[in-house]
């Protein structure tokens, strides 16, 4: 008997830890930029990023502050980045490696307008509400 007290403890223990580690999940606000600027129209719940098929120059997804007069890059996080077709909606994953940067030019060698950009992150500690960016 006292050895099943013990492991259902033991369980009890490891089950609340595991819920206790699982509130920390996507607790940092992050987004993507293009050149440095904030691709994302607004930071809502309504907010949409697109980019011109002829777009250029470097792609970074960064934890981002958030201010009425500007939204800052701070630390630039890792990144892969897939392309979900407009006509099959299949998505591809285009960066094997992860990535802190990458020159939209090279994605959008790979991609017609209508398809989208899909960012990942590699960790669950960074939200990124807006992480599909149309293709026009």
Avoid: W
């Amino acid at each position: 008997m006292k050895k099943t007290n013990r492991i259902t403890l033991i369980l009890v223990l490891c089950f609340f830890a595991h819920l206790s580690s699982g509130q920390n999940s996507f607790s940092n606000c992050s987004a993507i930029f293009l050149n440095n600027k904030m691709l994302v129209d607004e930071y809502t719940t309504e907010g949409k990023c697109a980019v011109s098929v002829e777009a250029k120059g470097d792609l970074t997804v960064s934890t981002v502050e958030l201010s009425s007069k500007e939204n800052k890059a701070i630390t630039p996080i890792l990144f892969q980045v897939a392309i979900r077709d407009k006509n099959t909606g299949t998505l591809m994953l285009v960066s094997k490696e992860k990535t802190e940067k990458v020159e939209i030019e090279k994605i959008l060698a790979k991609c017609k307008k209508g398809d989208f950009i899909i960012i990942l992150t590699m960790s669950d500690e960074f939200a990124l509400p807006h992480n599909t960016i149309l293709i026009q």
